[in-house]
Structure formats: structure tokens, C-alpha cells
T-cell receptor, first 110, second 115 residues
Framework: ELKVEQNPLFLSMQEGKNYTIYCNYS?????LYWYRQDPGKSLESLFV?????AVKQEGRLMASLDTKARLSTLHITAAVHDLSATYFC??????????FGTGTSLTVIP | GAVVSQHPSRVICKSGTSVKIECRSL??????MFWYRQFPKKSLMLMAT?????????EQGVEKDKFLINHASLTLSTLTVTSAHPEDSSFYIC???????????FGQGTRLTVV
């Protein structure tokens, strides 16, 4: 079974600061996804990373993928309160199954 | 983007009864759909992979007879929680992915409360 771990699990940061969330996965996967979940809601797709070295940016969020290190990062630049949510990474294995990371609960403090 | 619709969004049922949750892909065909369970403040746990026209593939530890999955058409998968108990209370989410490369889209989720 593909295992996906994120850290930190909880992140409290001040507005305007930068931070990075890390996502490690246990076996080969060349597709990595990032999602956002607001309380009581389903998941919103943020990024799909399909190849080694892929980097995608949307607003204050930037995601990257290193398939050799089995690592993806989600970088937050100059955080704002609206970014408060839980962020999940997920990896796709060769058996066409999709596994989620443990999640990172982000709180941005004014 | 693609739309996956899940129904109902909330359901309360009595212990011992069965509840059916529907997952529909509205604007694409999905030979494969996925069912997840999420406990409060926890990650999503893959329960099973639903395959159109064949039996679902269940993850280890998931009871097949309790969580019945039917994928009768290319746009509809159903999850039936049979003989529900309070410990089955959870948030259930389905997903489906159109085309290649796979980019799953998620339903709105179903909050099940068993009393």
C-alpha cells in the first residue's frame, strides 16, 4: 500500500509569513495532487503534478514535485487569512488507487 | 471542471437500518470511482475502488458485506451502509476521474449520523 505522509500536521502562521508543507510518499508514484478542504466541505483541487521537477503556482501557493526523493512541497507565500484550511497531498499508485496524506491544518493569524 | 455529484449531503438514520449514498459523474463517464471515509479532523481513508460492471475492490479492513458498492453504469456508483451502527457515523466522499492523466474530482460528501 502506498503511504503518504505530510508534515507538519498543524501549522499556525502569521499573515505575511512564508512556510512550506512537505509531502513524502513511500513507493513510486509519478503523479502528485494537492487539495484544499474547508471545514465540513469536500475537497477542492489545487494542483496536479505529473512529472519530476514539475512546479505549479497559483496565487500565493506553489507546488513542486521531486519523484526521485518521493517528495512534494506546497509553499505558501505571504500568507493571508483566507488560506486557513486543511491541505492534503495525494499520490496515485500503479494499481490506479489514490492515497491521501495525513493532512496539514493551516491557521493564518492576523 | 468536471462535476461529481453526491447525494444525500446529510442523512440521519436509526441503528440497524441501511443507507444508500449515490455518486454521479454529471458530465463525463467514469469506469472507476472511489469511495472514502473521513473521521473528524482526519485524513481520507480509501475504502474501495468501484469498477463499472464488475465487483468493487475493497481496501484491507473494510467489510464488504457492510459497505456494499454497486457501479451499474458509467455515471453512477452507490455505496450502501448496511445495518448501520453509531460507529459508522462519518463523512463519506466519492470521487471519479475523467480521462488521462487521471485528475479525480470529488463529490460534495455525505455526512452520515447513525443514532
Amino acid at each position: 500500500e502506498l503511504k503518504v505522509e505530510q508534515n507538519p500536521l498543524f501549522l499556525s502562521m502569521q499573515e505575511g509569513k512564508n512556510y512550506t508543507i512537505y509531502c513524502n510518499y513511500s513507493t513510486t508514484s509519478d503523479r502528485l495532487y494537492w487539495y484544499r478542504q474547508d471545514p465540513g466541505k469536500s475537497l477542492e483541487s489545487l494542483f496536479v503534478l505529473l512529472s519530476n521537477g514539475a512546479v505549479k503556482q497559483e496565487g500565493r501557493l506553489m507546488a513542486s514535485l521531486d519523484t526521485k526523493a518521493r517528495l512534494s512541497t506546497l509553499h505558501i507565500t505571504a500568507a493571508v487569512h483566507d488560506l486557513s484550511a486543511t491541505y492534503f497531498c495525494a499520490a496515485w499508485n500503479t494499481g490506479n488507487q489514490f492515497y491521501f496524506g495525513t493532512g496539514t491544518s493551516l491557521t493564518v493569524i492576523p | 471542471g468536471a462535476v461529481v455529484s453526491q447525494h444525500p449531503s446529510r442523512v440521519i438514520c436509526k441503528s440497524g437500518t441501511s443507507v444508500k449514498i449515490e455518486c454521479r459523474s454529471l458530465d463525463f463517464q467514469a469506469t472507476t470511482m472511489f469511495w472514502y471515509r473521513q473521521f473528524p479532523k482526519k485524513s481520507l481513508m480509501l475504502m474501495a475502488t468501484s469498477n463499472e460492471g464488475s465487483k468493487a475492490t475493497y481496501e484491507q479492513g473494510v467489510e464488504k458485506d457492510k459497505f456494499l458498492i454497486n457501479h451499474a453504469s458509467l455515471t453512477l456508483s452507490t455505496l450502501t451502509v448496511t445495518s448501520a451502527h453509531p460507529e459508522d457515523s462519518s463523512f463519506y466522499i466519492c470521487s471519479a476521474a475523467p480521462g488521462q492523466p487521471m485528475k479525480p474530482f470529488f463529490g460534495q460528501g455525505t455526512r452520515l449520523t447513525v443514532v
